[in-house]
Structures are given as structure tokens and as C-alpha cells.
């Protein structure tokens, strides 16, 4: 670098050297950018040289001011020759004195009081400050009285590209659709650069991507990113990282350069439709099951994610339709199956369900990858419960003279076990309601005698308990209420 610098100098002060000893000598001089040096030969430049100083120049004074400008980062050996200051009113006997006063005289700058040659002493840094204001004077060396007035100009620091980019925001997050088409926008990203925006191409900056292709692109001046492949799949892949380089220079071979990442985000849409993960499912329920059961659950997957994947569930076909319904859990995105009336085994042992799952969120863009929907078939087989005895009646109501024989049959009950084993049944008084033992049952075949005299004037109504037990299931009882009627004894 400290080589590169040095013939940057050389290069610089070469022409600058030649040009200022062809000018005439009451002419303020100062190093000119590279840019002008490299056109100092051309006969435009000259004629601008000559009208500048033309209109520079100013009866009042012995001299002009103009810009002056030195090179950043320099750090020779020797302090950098900046420029000189010169009057004509310099005989050249050394009666001029020059005194530099402002911006950094005597700390960053000096000047030879008698050549009015200005050395920069300090390496200087463009970034930190740009350019100083200075005034010159020229006095008498022996009484030190000005002969001129004082006059300001501007020592300019002159950029070189030491700075690299660099991406003060990263790094990025962003997103786009999955199924984007192609050129879609995702993001822009920037980077900033200390060197001068004006002079040369330090500040110059062109977006590449080093990471992150074929998927995206970016545009080289404006970094804006997009995406370079169309239908994009989240289901396939979610995320991405990109890497992307800012290089200064307009990118040219020597450029420095600074690099961030991006990390790309594949959002959902509905591109997926439902489906189930079997294409039958088989429950069993018991006959004697409590309506509104859950009898099975059928799930429909969906890759989709989010509201994207929400399903509903519904019973299209089938003969249990008046006996099953279906419900959709948004938690779980399952369909439930319950049951909705009551079921019997002896009637019916099995049903056949076709049911539906549907995206609820239908995008339009994507209907022709439908249908988005699936269906399954569900069979249900009612299992035999051992239910209770059923009696012919619920009720009963006898009839009996109060003058009724004892151990005289008044009256029977009948009862049948639904069961297709048809289990046998006995018969019991519940003594609860009957704690006078008035009245027996036969146990096999629910004749009811009477125990005990009847009298219609102490009471007119009995009411008993009958119990029907199926032998094989002690825990299966029936009871229903018998009411008895007692009667006058006839004359």
C-alpha cells in the first residue's frame, strides 16, 4: 500500500512540477486532483487554466488564492509538499515574509516563511475532516507590516479508496410467497461507503450476489433483490440464505468490498389440498353408547400450514346419516365422529359413512391444482350391549276383591330379554315398597298371589315394585311400578 501511495505522489506532483514552472511566476499554484493533471496537456484545459486566472486575478493584490489539495493517507518519510505561495510583489531578495494562520497551521500544516512552500506534517484522513480554511499573508520581513491584506483559501483533502463498504443494517430478514412468479420483489438492502461520493469511484458501489443462486437476483446499482426462479415450493424448501457483496470502485478489479446475508422466508399460500391418510377407517361403538359420543376421529392431512390448511368436515353419503354426524376440531384439524341417535344392535350391526374434508380458504390463484377437498369411506359396526329385560308394559294396573282368596293369583307381569341370546328371567318384589308382605311372585313365570287379606276401607291403592333379573347378568334388572286396586267384597 505505502508503494502504491508513493507512485500515486510521483504521479501526481510530476505534471503539477512542469506546469507550475510554465506559469508565470505571479501566480498562485496548487496541486490539482488527478483527474486535472492527467488533462493539464490538453489545449481545453489550458484555455480554462488561462480564464480562470484571468478572472482570479486582481489589481488590488500581488496574487490569487485558489483551492489547494493534498492526498489522504499519505505517510512518507518526508512532510507532502501541498503548494506554494508566492506575490509578485517578491522581488526575490527576501524582504517577504509569508504567515499561514487557520485550520491546522502550524500543527497539520506548515509553511517556509520565505519560499511560502506548505508542507503537510500530519497524515491526514479525508473521513475525519475534508478540508481546511486557511489564510495567507504577506509582510514585511523586517517591520512585519502586511503588504497586502490577508487572504482565505481551501486546502482540500483528496480521497483515495480506503474505506469498504459496509452494510450497517445487516442482516436482513425477509419474506415472499411460495409460488411466486418470476422477477417478484423480495427486499432492497444498502450499504454506505466513508469514502467521497464525488471524486473517482471509492464511493461507487455494485451489488453482487455471492450465495443464493439460481433462487434470487439483484440488481447491481440499486440492490434491489428479487426472485430469478419461478414456483418456489415452502413445502419443499422454507428458508434461504443469501450472501450479498457490496464492492466500491464500480466494481472493478481492486475494488474493496463488504458482504451481509439475507435470510429469506417462503410464506404459505393454499397450494396444497387436503388429504386423508386412509381411505377407510373402521370404529366399533356399543348398542347402548350415550348420544353425542365420540365414536372415531378421520384426519385429512394438509402440507399447507395456518389457516391455509384448515379443513371441514362433513358426512355426504352413506346409510347412517340419521344416526352420525361429523364435527371439525380446529385444534387438532381432525373431523370428529358422534353419535346423534340412539343405536341398536338387534335392528342394525353396522353402517357405512362417506365423508368430506374441504380447504375452508379457497385461493383462486391456485384452483386449478384443485380439487381441494378428499373424501374416505368410515364403516361402523354396533357392538351387541347385554342390556335389561324389557317388560311388555311399563305399567300395570289390577284389579282385586277385597274378599280375594289368599295365595290366589291377581294378576302377572311379563318380561323379555332383547339380547339375541335371549337370557332367561326371574321375577322379584322390590320389599321396599311392599313392607307388609301382602302380596308374592312367582319368580319364573311373574304370577303375583296374594299373601295376606286385603281391606278396601284401611286401603284402596297398593303400589309395588316388580324387579326382572336375566339369570346370566346379575347386574341387569328392569323395575316398573304395579299398582293394585283393592275392591268391596260383593253381597
Avoid at 482565505?152 to 410467497?177: C, M, R, S
Wanted: aromatic share 6%; with cysteine.
Amino acid at each position: 500500500m505505502p508503494e502504491r501511495l508513493a507512485e500515486m505522489i510521483l504521479d501526481l506532483w510530476t505534471p503539477l512540477i512542469i506546469l507550475w514552472i510554465t506559469l508565470p511566476p505571479c501566480i498562485f499554484m496548487a496541486p490539482m486532483n488527478h483527474s486535472q493533471v492527467l488533462m493539464s496537456g490538453s489545449p481545453l484545459e489550458l484555455n480554462r487554466l488561462s480564464e480562470e486566472q484571468r478572472i482570479l486575478n486582481r489589481s488590488k493584490r500581488g496574487w490569487v488564492w485558489n483551492q489547494m489539495f493534498v492526498l489522504e493517507e499519505f505517510s512518507g518519510p518526508e512532510p507532502i509538499l501541498v503548494g506554494r505561495l508566492h506575490t509578485d510583489l517578491d522581488p526575490g531578495s527576501k524582504k517577504i515574509k509569508y504567515i499561514l494562520s487557520g485550520d491546522g497551521a502550524g500543527t497539520i500544516f506548515q509553511i517556509n516563511d520565505i519560499t511560502g512552500d506548505i508542507h503537510a506534517i500530519k497524515r491526514l484522513d479525508r473521513e475525519e475532516k475534508a478540508e481546511y480554511t486557511l489564510t495567507a499573508q504577506a509582510v514585511d520581513w523586517e517591520t512585519s507590516k502586511p503588504l497586502e491584506p490577508p487572504s482565505e483559501f481551501i486546502i482540500k483533502v483528496q480521497d483515495i479508496n480506503d474505506n469498504a463498504p459496509e452494510f450497517l443494517n445487516g442482516p436482513y430478514h425477509a419474506t415472499v410467497p411460495e409460488m411466486s412468479i418470476l422477477g417478484t420483489s423480495v427486499t432492497n438492502v444498502t450499504a454506505t461507503d466513508a469514502d467521497d461520493p464525488v471524486y473517482g469511484n471509492s464511493a461507487k458501489l455494485v451489488y453482487s450476489i455471492l450465495e443464493g443462486q439460481p433462487y434470487f437476483s439483484i440488481e447491481p446499482e440499486t440492490a434491489i433483490i428479487k426472485t430469478a426462479l419461478p414456483n418456489m415450493d415452502r413445502e419443499a424448501k422454507e428458508e434461504y440464505l443469501v450472501v450479498i457483496q457490496a464492492k466500491d470502485m464500480g466494481g472493478h478489479s481492486g475494488g474493496l468490498s463488504g458482504t451481509t446475508t439475507l435470510t429469506v422466508t417462503l410464506t404459505d399460500v393454499n397450494d396444497n389440498p387436503p388429504k386423508f391418510a386412509q381411505s377407510l377407517y373402521h370404529f366399533s361403538v356399543p348398542e347402548d353408547v350415550v348420544l353425542g359420543t365420540a365414536i372415531g376421529r378421520v384426519k385429512a392431512n394438509d402440507q399447507d400450514i395456518g389457516e391455509n390448511a384448515q379443513s371441514s368436515y362433513d358426512i355426504i353419503d352413506g346409510d347412517g346419516t340419521a344416526l352420525f354426524e361429523i364435527t371439525s376440531d380446529a385444534q387438532a384439524q381432525d373431523g370428529i365422529i358422534r353419535l346423534r341417535k340412539p343405536l341398536d344392535f338387534e335392528t342394525k350391526k353396522s353402517y357405512t359413512l362417506k365423508v368430506e374434508a374441504a380447504n375452508v380458504h379457497i385461493d383462486p390463484r391456485f384452483s386449478s391444482r384443485g380439487p381441494f377437498k378428499d373424501t374416505a369411506t368410515v364403516k361402523i359396526v354396533v357392538e351387541d350391549a347385554d342390556e335389561p329385560p324389557v317388560f311388555s308394559s311399563p305399567t300395570y294396573l289390577l284389579e282385586v276383591h277385597e274378599n280375594a282368596a289368599l295365595n290366589s293369583v291377581i294378576g302377572q307381569v311379563t318380561a323379555r330379554d332383547p339380547d339375541i341370546t335371549s337370557s332367561p328371567i326371574r321375577f322379584s318384589i322390590d320389599r321396599h315398597t311392599d313392607l307388609e308382605r301382602q302380596f308374592n311372585i312367582n319368580a319364573d313365570d311373574g304370577k303375583i298371589t296374594l299373601a295376606t287379606p286385603l281391606d278396601r276401607e284401611l286401603s284402596m291403592w297398593h303400589n309395588i315394585t316388580i324387579i326382572a333379573t336375566e339369570i346370566s347378568c346379575s347386574n341387569c334388572k328392569q323395575s316398573f311400578t304395579q299398582i293394585l286396586r283393592s275392591k268391596k267384597k260383593c253381597m
